[in-house]
């Protein structure tokens, strides 16, 4: 088979094991498991955990000790069995216990995936640059297609769901031991553990600019996976007032629209980064948060539905004006030795403490609006708009960067 298309099916795969669960498993443990919010947003803060320091630990063992495809595999096998035992646990301490376990197996797999991509396309003479977008993209494509799978066999509030997940994972897992080897690297160039997580880059929060930007970040990380968690919820939630909507027969299809505006929004940034500077571009991104959540405070599946779409689309300028804008600007702004490290540095703040953070406190906040097991979803989505809104009016003042145009059109040309 062609190598392109290998790595195209590993990377729908390889979504497709995320999107099987992520969007809809908020709604499986509120619905069906009757977790509390904080118990579901603690679950789903176990990302974040991993993504502290799995993906450096694994990086380094892929760098170092065994081949990269293999570490991919049994990743995803290991995760795969978790998945599966997953599904038949109800129990909030067990779950969380696998959820977590499961989280360490998978979030390293996302940055794997890339390297033996990486790895395939240079070994066949084949431009990194301009054939792993076109790649990558079918990995945005799986996710949705589970979205629309779990949705269609009404899996949503099931266990099945994780089944699903697992099933992918472990085909993926077998799949990746035939990807063309990546050994590890024969050379003191190999990565330390410093490095990868990103420590070799605390050196930036001696620049006040970039310690207010990775400040900012580790905030605005917090937002990135709170509709992930409850959007399902809140859309169940109208069962009773709009039974027979689109959204409430199919959430995850509706949710779905938010993954096909990101794939189009990212084509909009060399544009968006050349004509207004990094600086704006993030601070469109911080506001459409506020939009994001303020329109889902407004809207319905039924006459409001057209607002919870507008809040759809606007999501693909929340989550990627903010996550490849910061990362070029991170990318620049660093010196080229420790360059590796600040980006590490940018995920440990944003995926990592942001996102566990992100988990804990939304769920604190869902409870806090929760009386006799009626959500109060307007107050619960005005809050998260209103805590993007203090970012959004807080970012220009203390945020101190010049646009420079011709700086620009270069981040534009590297990116």
């Not at 099987?20 to 118990?39: N, Q």
């Not at 240079?122 to 079918?138: D, L, S, T, Y």
């Not at 066999?153 to 897992?173: D, E, F, H, R």
């Amino acid at each position: 088979m062609n190598i392109k298309l290998r790595l195209t099916l590993m990377n729908f795969l390889q979504f497709f094991v995320w999107g099987s669960w992520l969007i809809s498993f908020g709604g499986y443990m509120i619905a069906t498991l009757k977790f509390s919010g904080v118990e579901v947003g603690s679950i789903f803060a176990t990302m974040g955990i991993a993504s502290l320091f799995m993906p450096a630990f694994l990086g380094i063992i892929a760098d170092r000790f065994i081949n990269a495809e293999k570490v991919l595999g049994i990743c995803h096998i290991i995760g795969a069995l978790l998945l599966f035992v997953a599904a038949k646990v109800e129990s909030y301490p067990t779950l969380y216990i696998i959820m977590l376990f499961n989280s360490m197996a998978y979030m390293p797999t996302i940055a794997l995936a890339n390297t033996v991509s990486y790895n395939a396309l240079e070994k066949n003479g084949i431009n990194i640059i301009k054939a792993f977008p076109p790649i990558r993209v079918w990995g945005t494509v799986g996710f949705i297609f589970a979205m629309w799978m779990v949705d269609f066999l009404g899996w949503t509030k099931s266990p099945m769901q994780l089944y699903v997940s697992a099933g992918a994972a472990l085909i993926l897992g077998l799949y990746a031991f035939t990807m063309p080897k990546r050994p590890p690297i024969k050379s003191t160039d190999a990565r330390s553990f410093s490095s990868s997580v990103g420590l070799d880059a605390f050196v930036l929060f001696r620049k006040k600019k970039m310690a207010i930007f990775f400040i900012f970040a580790m905030f605005l990380g917090a937002a990135l996976q709170i509709t992930n968690l409850f959007g399902g919820t809140f859309l169940d939630d109208f069962k009773t007032i709009y039974p027979d909507t689109f959204g409430v027969k199919h959430p995850n299809l509706l949710l779905s629209v938010s993954q096909i505006s990101e794939t189009l929004f990212i084509l909009t940034i060399p544009f968006f980064l050349n004509k207004f500077g990094i600086k704006k571009v993030m601070l469109f991104s911080i506001f459409a948060w506020v939009l994001r959540f303020g329109l889902f405070g407004l809207g319905n599946p039924g006459s409001g539905l057209y607002l919870l779409v507008m809040s759809m689309i606007i999501y693909g300028m929340a989550f990627d004006f903010f996550n490849i804008s910061g990362s070029l600007f991170v990318e620049r702004e660093a010196d080229l030795n420790i360059r590796a490290s600040a980006q590490g540095l940018f995920m440990l703040m944003t995926n990592g403490l942001g996102a566990f953070f992100g988990g804990i406190l939304s769920g604190w906040v869902v409870d806090h609006f929760t009386q006799n097991g009626i959500r109060n979803w307007e107050h619960i989505w005005f809050t998260f708009a209103a805590y993007a809104l203090i970012l959004g009016v807080t970012f220009p003042f203390v945020f101190k960067y010049k646009h420079d145009t011709a700086e620009e059109k270069a981040v534009n040309n590297h990116f």
